[in-house]
């Protein structure tokens, strides 16, 4: 391209590339004014940002990231009148610095964004922060202590939002935004497309221009976004572009899966979706190198890590979704023996790509990643395990009319233990953080949801208000009560926390715990998941053992056949409990749901 500037290109091979993409999309007669639109929406950028971005951008990712995910107001200091004394946002950066201050780097902020439903999921205006948060200040006072994260919901835009609104009103401009279907079509056209929903997929409006159907995904409030039409990808673009100015060094691409519509296809997974991704990282690499995209993906592995491309042309991270049903199976069971199969096959295609691995977010447990992975009898065990212990079961519908589970809905410390069991508040304590444990240890970048962080349980009467499923899992806190909660040393609370405090310390203090470095399995005993980690350099190993059961657990570890030294000391970095190393083995005992990430 030209040199616009005299000192700022697009360097060609690039260039070709982002033209490639569009070509693709839009075909060759059509590709040629988008790539113009585009090259002038790269250039405004670059122009505003002559420096790129400043703060952590482009610093790689090492074993002291960890990102906490949270809404931004997630916690609250109510006053006399009911309202917040302070913008949420302002209270959640006061309690992460001031009072818990937990050991980690980055923080995924929910949709923070004026919204209509779904918690945020439904956006109604995406460059501004909702008013009932705080603002964009708010947001830089964060991002001045921790890497975030923000949400990029482009599968769909609220009803209310103004681009579905002059829709509505038969604005010619917004007239192709929408995927819009006569209501006299055949249903046949639609037969094959994948639902994560139980809930129809076409909803009817009535426009200027009389009625219609429009694709909505998710819910009638949530409606779907045509990419076909390429304004709608350049106002994307202009809009992830803002995200980058406003701080955001990841970006999660949610529900992408879905994003690109073709009748008589299944709608998921689709070339031209894949290509879209593509494009946005060629977009960030031309002007914001550094940013990260992950994509949220809630499908079986293989589908799931095709988002990370050949390793160097589409997402850097990816959600691991197995990862917590099978650590739920593995402690439900008492066995870990498919979760260490499982995780002996895991690898990512290149250095720059890497797995973000978590056990519990803003949305439920999702079982359709473990289908071939755990047989329709053990997935059922979870959902029968759920049920008994307060959860809900979500569905989605078939393409032959027919429902499947989709996910379980309950605090992950609920899905592990039964609230109403006769049984120590801290063994149910050591329960879950065993299983947290087992997150941390695996490579990759851990996402840590707020609830899990600080124990919550189930939040029953949120499902009985709103009647959704997944408010279970998404209660807020007021500031008061928490911190009440963290000076009580008996309460849950503070057990799960100081425990949490305490892994998150050693991981981020060791560089066996690297991202990029070596992870192998080690079969030990079925009711204990083992694996050695060593840093990307060599120079540093730690052998992590966790204890799925309520028994005890004694192994006998012969460093020589574990190609480990024989002679030398072993330390447990979360007690300091020592071994001495000898010709005949070590003897390490693990109590019930204990955990040891033995420094080699």
């Known amino acids: 391209m030209a040199d616009k500037t005299g000192s700022w290109h697009i360097p060609r091979p690039l260039q070709r ?72 946002l302002q209270t959640l950066h006061e309690l992460l610095t001031d009072t818990l201050h937990p050991p980690i780097s980055g923080i995924h902020l929910l ?26 200040a708010d947001v830089a006072r964060l991002n001045k202590d921790y890497r975030l994260m923000f949400d990029a919901v482009i599968n769909h835009v609220s ?22 279907i ?13 639902r994560p929903r139980a809930l129809p997929l076409l909803t009817q409006v009535e426009t200027a221009n009389g009625p219609t159907l429009v694709w909505t995904t998710f819910s009638e409030d949530q409606i779907d976004l045509n990419f076909a039409h390429p304004p709608v990808l350049l106002r994307i673009v202009e809009i992830l572009l803002f995200y980058v100015e406003k701080g955001a060094e990841i970006i999660r691409l949610d529900a992408i899966a879905y994003l690109w519509k073709k009748i008589g296809t ?13 494009l946005l990282r060629c977009v960030l690499e031309a002007v914001a190198p550094g940013t990260i995209l992950i994509t949220e993906t809630n499908v079986p592995h293989k589908e799931n890590i095709s988002y990370f491309g050949d390793g160097s042309d589409e997402a850097q991270m990816v959600y691991q979704f197995p990862l917590a049903p099978l650590v739920m199976h593995s402690i439900v069971s008492g066995s870990a023996r498919t979760l260490s199969t499982w995780a002996s096959g895991l690898e990512t295609p290149s250095e720059q790509t890497a797995f973000f691995n978590f056990t519990a977010s803003h949305d439920g447990v ?15 065990r979870l959902v029968d395990t759920t049920l008994e212990h307060g959860g809900r079961v979500s569905y989605k ?45 695996l490579a990759g970048v851990p996402g840590i949801y707020v609830h899990s962080l600080v124990g919550s349980r189930s939040w029953q009467a949120g499902v009985e208000t709103t009647g959704h499923n997944r408010t279970i899992n998404r209660e807020k806190l007021l500031r008061s009560r928490l911190e009440g909660d963290m000076a009580d040393p008996n309460s849950v609370r503070r057990q799960v926390y100081e425990a949490y405090y305490r892994l998150l310390d050693v991981r981020s203090s060791n560089a066996a715990f690297h991202p990029q470095g070596a992870q192998r399995m080690l079969v030990l005993d079925d009711g204990v998941f083992a694996l050695l980690r060593t840093s990307p ?14 028994q005890l657990k004694v192994m006998h570890l012969y460093p020589r056949d574990l190609g480990l030294a024989t002679e030398g000391t072993w330390r447990d970095l979360l007690s300091d409990d020592e071994y001495a190393v000898a010709g005949d083995g070590v003897v390490v005992d693990l109590a019930p749901y204990a955990v040891r990430w033995l420094r080699i």
């Open 111 to 136: 949709p923070f964004f004026p919204y209509s439903s779904d918690d945020g999921f439904s956006i109604i205006d995406y460059t501004q922060v909702n008013p009932q948060m705080g603002t964009w």
């Open 366 to 380: 999702g079982v359709m990643p473990a289908r071939g992975l755990l047989s329709d009898a053990e997935i059922q």
């Open 17 to 88: 590339t982002m033209q490639d993409h569009l070509t693709f999309l839009y075909g060759s007669d059509g590709s040629g004014p988008v790539w113009e639109q585009l090259e002038g929406i790269l250039y405004s950028f670059w122009h505003r940002n002559p420096d790129r971005i400043g703060g952590r951008a482009g610093t790689p990712l090492t074993e002291k990231d960890s990102i906490l995910i949270t809404y931004g107001d997630q916690f609250r200091e109510q006053g006399e009148d009911g309202r917040p004394k302070v913008p949420p």
């Open 537 to 550: 350099e060599g120079e540093q190993s730690v052998l992590c053992a966790h204890n799925v059961t309520g």
């Open 397 to 441: 519908t078939n393409a032959d009319g027919s429902r499947s589970v989709y996910e379980l809905n309950i605090s992950y410390f609920d899905a592990l233990s039964d609230p109403d069991a006769d049984e120590p508040q801290a063994t149910q304590a050591m329960r879950f953080i065993t299983s947290q444990a087992i997150m941390l240890s």
């Open 182 to 194: 006569d209501p006299d079509a055949p249903q046949e056209w639609i037969s094959k497309v994948v």
């Open 266 to 278: 299944s709608c998921i997974h689709l070339e031209e979706t894949h290509r879209v991704v593509k």
């Open 159 to 180: 009803r209310k939002s103004e681009w579905f609104q002059r829709f509505l009103a038969g604005d010619p401009e917004y007239a192709e935004w929408f995927i819009s």
